[in-house]
């Protein structure tokens, strides 16, 4: 049966019909589950206590505020202007809450859908980015499709698009920020100094809005530039280039540095302009100058990063996140058997957890190791380029084991790890003696995949079940 699917697919006109239309389809789909009910729960889900409320003061004052004690119910309940005129010390640069505070404007921040459309657009713009950055990498429209049709139908990424938290934005500049390298990339040249990089420039607009998201978006600016150093001296060298370290390094790297960093403060620097032309925020009035008032509440803000150490029931030690072993729950409520329409023995249950499909999770997990070794036995740029976002968006967190952390950051490297995944997908296909075969295999794997977000997608969204069918979807004691 597979083996006649596989013949089909490869027939020339639904080969044609596919590229054509497939990735209209893997974007609608993604859509379809970023957005449909988007508005349950109407109450502020995890973090959005912060965010949402944070990017209503914002967008209506220039600077996040303070609000009176138990604004949550009021602000659920319609009461959205009740903040105070006390500034609020937040430790997040403000991009991601402008976005959060675009949709509320548009919408009404009466709306609890209005909280997250606009995180949720920025979810399903990344699903269609990343087939963009297949396309590139692997050179084949089908392996673009099925990396775009792994990430759509992940719960991960599927509860990140559906909160207003800013991880998923993060991951989103990161990603653009990415096929922008690539692009620039597909234009370097090693012969002569390349002055002026407009996709490099491109990148840096892009990883200053990552890093005016999360700071941790720095990582991005710093793995994707060294790459591009490092990567192109080695090239010159390769070319038999004399002085290849002193133009690699020192030359081009100048020319590199100035493409790519200066923007990204200008970015970084714009997103604070609400904070800079208002004089109510936290610490704008600290000194008479507005930059050593931000420089100075940037180190209030580091000195709370640093010494984040409270124990939290869902943290999750970086060394855990491939693995899925502590999945964060943002949402769970129960009913009892005949409250509110509760007809089942043993009660209800409606849970939103941010747990990625095991289906994809665990195998886009062993694809990561699987690249890692592959490179470092071959030195393949391919494999370089998926580690690089690896890189980016994961290491660094391996020197913070003692900070409280929490799966949900993982959204920010999700992308590279289905990129991993189809690299390894992609090389047993071709590696087969009988690759029909091989390619029927990948394509039970996909519809396996598939019947994994049917199954979980309830905890992913927080439909209605019964508390029994809740349990049976709790695999490890850790995901309770």
Not at 78 to 102: A, M, R, T, Y
Not at 174 to 196: A, E, N, T
Not at 318 to 329: D, E, N, Q, V, Y
């Amino acid at each position: 049966m597979i083996a006649s699917l596989t013949n089909y697919l490869n027939d020339t006109d639904v080969r044609r019909f596919i590229n054509r239309f497939g990735s209209w389809f893997i974007i609608g789909l993604a859509a379809f589950l970023r957005l449909w009910n988007l508005g349950y729960p109407s109450k502020l889900v995890f973090d959005e206590t912060y965010y949402v409320k944070d990017a209503w003061t914002l967008w209506n004052t220039g600077s996040e505020k303070a609000w009176p004690n138990e604004a949550n119910t009021a602000f659920e309940s319609g009461s959205v202007n009740v903040f105070l005129n006390d500034p609020s010390f937040v430790v997040h640069p403000p991009l991601g809450k402008w976005i959060i505070g675009l949709g509320m404007w548009l919408f009404g921040a009466e709306n609890s859908y209005s909280w997250r459309i606009t995180t949720a657009l920025l979810g399903i713009a990344a699903v269609a980015l990343l087939m963009m950055i297949a396309k590139l990498l692997f050179k084949s429209t089908a392996w673009a499709l099925a990396a775009g049709f792994l990430f759509a139908i992940d719960g991960h990424a599927i509860v990140l698009a559906r909160t207003a938290l800013l991880d998923n934005s993060l991951m989103f500049f990161g990603l653009l920020g990415f096929y922008f390298l690539l692009r620039d990339q597909q234009h370097r040249d090693i012969l002569g100094l390349q002055k002026f990089r407009p996709w490099l420039i491109a990148a840096g607009v892009a990883l200053g809005a990552a890093t005016a998201v999360k700071w941790s978006g720095l990582y991005f600016i710093a793995a994707f530039g060294l790459y591009v150093v490092i990567s192109e001296t080695i090239a010159r060298r390769a070319a038999g280039e004399t002085s290849w370290i002193k133009t690699g390094l020192l030359k081009q790297g100048s020319l590199t540095f100035l493409n790519l960093v200066p923007i990204s403060v200008l970015i970084y620097l714009a997103s604070w302009s609400g904070w800079i032309f208002s004089s109510g925020g936290y610490d704008r009035n600290s000194t008479p100058n507005w930059f050593t008032s931000l420089i100075q509440y940037h180190q209030a803000a580091y000195g709370f990063h640093v010494g984040l150490s409270t124990p939290h029931s869902y943290s999750a030690n970086a060394l855990s996140w491939l693995f899925a072993i502590r999945p964060t729950s943002f949402f769970y409520e129960g009913l009892s058997f005949g409250q509110n329409g509760c007809n089942t023995d043993g009660g209800c249950s409606s849970a939103i957890t941010a747990l990625g499909n095991p289906f994809i999770w665990w195998p886009a997990a062993a694809s990561v190791f699987f690249v890692a070794a592959w490179f470092v036995r071959t030195r393949q740029r391919l494999a370089g380029l998926i580690l690089l976002g690896m890189a980016g968006g994961y290491l660094p967190w391996l020197v913070f084991l003692n900070r409280t952390t929490f799966q949900f950051y993982s959204i920010a490297f999700l992308p590279w790890m289905i990129l991993a995944l189809i690299f390894v997908a992609r090389h047993y296909v071709y590696q087969a003696r009988r690759p029909i075969r091989a390619q029927g295999a990948f394509l039970l794997f996909a519809g396996l995949a598939f019947a994994g977000t049917l199954f979980f997608l309830p905890i992913w969204i927080g439909s209605w079940i019964p508390y029994w069918y809740w349990q049976i979807h709790m695999w490890l004691p850790s995901w309770v």
